[in-house]
T-cell receptor, first 113, second 113 residues
Framework: EPEVTQTPSHQVTQMGQEVILRCVPI?????FYWYRQILGQKVEFLVS????????KSEIFDDQFSVERPDGSNFTLKIRSTKLEDSAMYFC???????????FGQGTRLTVV | GENVEQHPSTLSVQEGDSAVIKCTYS??????FPWYKQELGKGPQLIID?????GEKKDQRIAVTLNKTAKHFSLHITETQPEDSAVYFC????????????FGSGTQLTVLP
């Protein structure tokens, strides 16, 4: 069964460092998303991406965040200068054209120290 | 934008009993309502969904009901088992758009053996 894969599963980084979280969406999907979940809290939307551009972003997705689809398979989230409060699980999701079902990856646990 | 309220935040039931989780949404244009199950350390997994042209959908021990007029939808789990213990999230979405899923705050379900 096709699945969304994310790497790494766990990333520890120093405050102020840049991190790149990687995702490989399901191959025929066209909509891509990043969500984050602070421990014990709800899943929060960060950004959606369609047709090689950001289609929607939340207030969380400020200038330190960027997304990229550098090739036909990867979808990345970059955090330029990490802060302690960026520590969370980051989930990538993808969705096919017209369908409602979004499939989530297993997440990357980001710990900023 | 869309706002999804979910309750209860925690729910404990005896094995074999039923569990009901309720959500309300604010945007009457939303037309797709998935439910996700999240086990510890994992990403959300879609367990059942319902579209706005349907009032009820059932899949074995899991059912979802939708009241479009009241903008309510509910998850029903019958004959609960210990492996049903997890966090359950409802979400609302405008299918066919690039919009993101809006999640409820989650319900920690514990099934006591």
């Amino acid at each position: 069964e096709p699945e969304v894969t994310q790497t790494p599963s766990h990333q520890v980084t120093q405050m102020g460092q840049e991190v790149i979280l990687r995702c490989v969406p399901i191959s025929n999907h066209l909509y891509f998303y990043w969500y984050r979940q602070i421990l014990g809290q709800k899943v929060e939307f960060l950004v959606s991406f369609y047709n090689n551009e950001i289609s929607e972003k939340s207030e969380i997705f400020d200038d330190q965040f960027s997304v990229e689809r550098p090739d036909g398979s990867n979808f990345t989230l970059k955090i330029r200068s990490t802060k302690l409060e960026d520590s969370a699980m980051y989930f990538c999701a993808s969705r096919a054209q017209g369908a409602g079902e979004a499939f989530f990856g297993q997440g990357t646990r980001l710990t900023v120290v | 934008g869309e706002n999804v309220e979910q309750h209860p935040s925690t729910l404990s039931v005896q094995e074999g009993d039923s569990a009901v989780i309720k959500c309300t949404y604010s945007d009457s244009a939303s037309n797709y309502f998935p439910w996700y199950k999240q086990e510890l350390g994992k990403g959300p997994q879609l367990i059942i969904d319902i579209r706005s042209n349907v009032g009820e959908k059932k899949d074995q021990r899991i059912a979802v009901t939708l009241n479009k007029t009241a903008k309510h939808f509910s998850l029903h789990i019958t004959e609960t088992q210990p492996e049903d213990s997890a966090v359950y999230f409802c979400a609302a979405f405008l299918s066919g758009s690039a919009r993101q899923l809006t999640f409820g705050s989650g319900t920690q379900l514990t099934v006591l053996p």
